[in-house]
């Protein structure tokens, strides 16, 4: 339920930051006075690559994800928040372009972990139910939240201070990660003397 959650969230964030993009760096360099638009495209591509190169770095990592994957989620959060933020305060383009490319390479990264931990412990037929539901939850709250943040029917926001409330939304996303790991981790860490101690006086008693 967890890896789900953040699949959906996390998906929804890199939609709303992906579809508005463009927007952001024509407010920070407008193409009609600035020579740098012809980089836009070239810093897709560049995002697109190091992505790619960011879901296949996965395959060496040794952690247990199983122990230790929240808390990864919640310092991606923060990550991402950070980048959003220089993003928003920035006025130099090159450190936008800089920063969407962390940003996507980030969430490739995660997100390949997330469908990896989700995929071990399902089937092919019940891994494509719950990649449609995902995919449903994380395109729906994108349709709320652009009503609500974009569209005119809404607050109809400009661009640099929808880019502030996608930070805020990944910074309550680390908190609330960081926080539930921390305290899961705790938990264990109690349980596990507790057990300890319970077959030790099995073993006395035997």
């Not at 130099?92 to 972990?113: G, H």
């Amino acid at each position: 339920m967890r890896w789900s959650v953040w699949w959906a969230l996390s998906t929804c964030g890199w939609m709303l930051v992906v579809n508005y993009i463009q927007n952001l760096w024509e407010n920070i360099s407008p193409s009609a006075t600035n020579e740098t638009r012809v980089y836009n495209g070239a810093v897709e591509s560049v995002a697109t690559i190091m992505g790619a190169l960011g879901a296949f770095s996965v395959s060496y990592i040794q952690t247990n994800l199983s122990k230790w994957g929240e808390i990864l989620l919640g310092c991606s959060s923060v990550f991402k928040c950070g980048l959003l933020l220089l993003m928003y305060w920035t006025t130099s383009i090159w450190a936008c372009y800089a920063a969407y490319v962390a940003y996507i390479l980030l969430y490739n990264f995660v997100i390949t972990i997330t469908q990896y931990q989700l995929a071990v412990g399902l089937n092919t037929r019940r891994f494509a139910l719950l990649f449609g539901a995902n995919t449903f939850m994380a395109v729906s709250l994108n349709t709320l939240l652009t009503v609500i943040i974009i569209d005119q029917a809404g607050f109809g926001l400009d661009v640099e201070t929808q880019f502030l409330i996608y930070s805020v939304y990944f910074g309550i996303l680390a908190f609330i990660f960081l926080l539930h790991g921390s305290y899961d981790r705790l938990l264990s860490k109690r349980t596990k003397p507790a057990e300890v101690n319970q077959d030790d006086n099995a073993q006395n008693v035997d």
